[in-house]
């Protein structure tokens, strides 16, 4: 146990039932509002930034312009009967 945890558990020893009820609800609201956010399906923008850079060691635009002359080669090999 924490010595946070520890210091806490002895002030809520000196509040009165009433007050204790009043805390447990409280730390409840604010359980559940964290589980709301866990839960909630995260939006694009929530993920930016999250991938290293550059990603499997290749800049984005160096690996579009790599893929699409890859593709126009093959293309043309495919028409040429190659």
Known sequence: MSPLLQQLLQQVDQLSPEDRLELIRQIAQGLKKSEEVVTAKP????????????????????????????????????????
Do not use: I
């Open 43 to 82: 939006r694009w923008a929530d993920l930016k930034g999250m991938a290293p850079y550059p990603m499997m060691g290749e800049d984005a635009q160096d690996w579009v312009s790599r893929t699409r002359r890859e593709a126009d080669e093959h293309r043309s090999q495919v028409l040429r009967g190659e």
